[in-house]
């Protein structure tokens, strides 16, 4: 009876994790959770908990008071790519030395905090702490993941160090993950120049597509079955997702490595399940071989119920930059190396 129990209770967990992501509440109009957080545009920090009252207090569901207080942060909290370029200079230079390290870090979070509270800049660790701050208050469930990310300028050779921070989130007894920093906007890393504009792919993401940039340290947080945690190797092995991969994409299937070898003639297998079915002459490629840069139209293209497949066919030897792009917007780059 015991066994029988344990078993059933197994099998709760793993369906309370089962696709949890935004498809879950496609009953929820999410229009008044995001005029209240614009209605509050501006509002300082100084007073949290009343900020947290006023963005929760008349939504009805756990969802839409955690979406306001989401969508509120990401419209009004910038990135600050020079604190963070700061931190990351400082954690590589004390990585060896733990007691150097942790004086690094706690003198950092109380500047961090500081410029948090002051100027509403931050970086990942701030946007989560104040996410969770504001849950809190409105009697969310709401944890910080620390973990590693990947973006397109991310150093793989030099990723040692936990260097990015989300948020997971309880709704309705299954737990959800957003990265509220990713989702903000966009800095541009040549001018350290922040720039707003929300990505919603980023709010209750699929789990599945989330594991291809994001590892946290605590296992719990992947929220995937166990034969779906990928490991370490493999996440720095995987292909770069842009932020437009989670407005399009609700999985990416294959290839699951960046880097490819092959032979003239050979081809390359791109598999993607769509959010919404988009034409055939909308998937393009982009290629890059150091000398010059060319879209082109896949060998061939097949949609059928927002499952996305596409085959190209590499003819000349050389080393390839490869992007897919899915109406003009920029989802995801690979490499191809064609040898003889």
């Not at 369906?15 to 545009?41: G, M, P, T, V, Y």
């Not at 993401?205 to 296992?219: G, Q, R």
């Not at 947080?221 to 407005?247: H, M, Q, R, S």
Request: proline share 4%; hydrophobic share 35%.
């Amino acid at each position: 009876m015991q066994k029988t129990l344990l078993l059933l209770l197994l099998l709760f967990l793993s369906l309370c994790r089962l696709n949890a992501q935004i498809a879950d509440f496609d009953h929820i109009d999410f229009k008044k959770a995001d005029s209240i957080a614009l209605s509050l545009k501006g509002e300082n920090l100084t007073n949290l908990p009343e900020l947290s009252f006023k963005l929760t207090s008349t939504l009805n569901t756990d969802v839409e008071k955690f979406r306001a207080i989401y969508k509120w942060v990401c419209d009004n909290i910038a990135n600050d790519y020079n604190l963070y370029l700061q931190n990351d200079r400082q954690r590589q230079r004390f990585k060896d030395d733990s007691l150097k390290l942790d004086a690094w870090n706690t003198k950092f979070r109380t500047k961090l905090f500081n410029r948090l509270l002051k100027k509403k800049r931050t970086i990942c660790t701030g946007y989560a702490y104040l996410v969770k701050t504001l849950a809190d208050f409105a009697n969310l469930e709401c944890e910080i993941v620390q973990g590693f990310g990947r973006v397109s300028t991310t150093n793989i050779e030099t990723l040692d160090l936990p260097n990015h921070s989300w948020n997971a989130v309880k709704l309705n007894s299954k737990w959800y993950l957003c990265d509220p920093t990713w989702a903000s906007g966009i800095p541009n890393p040549k001018t350290n120049r922040f720039y707003f504009h929300y990505n919603d792919g980023f709010f209750l993401a699929n789990p599945k597509l989330f594991a291809v940039n994001h590892f946290p340290v605590d296992e719990r947080w992947w929220l995937l079955d166990d034969n779906e945690i990928p490991t370490f190797d493999t996440f720095l092995k995987a292909p770069v997702l842009y932020g437009n991969a989670y407005k399009n994409l609700e999985l990416h299937n294959a290839p699951q490595q960046m880097h490819h070898t092959i032979k003239p003639h050979q081809k390359v297998v791109f598999k993607y399940q769509l959010k919404n079915n988009t034409k055939p002459k909308n998937v393009k490629l982009g290629f890059d071989n150091g000398y010059s840069t060319w879209k082109d139209q896949p060998t061939s293209v097949s949609i059928k119920d927002k499952s996305l497949e596409l085959e190209h066919q590499f003819n000349q030897t050389g080393f390839y930059d490869v992007h897919l792009y899915i109406d003009d917007d920029l989802i995801s780059t690979y490499t191809v190396d064609v040898k003889k």
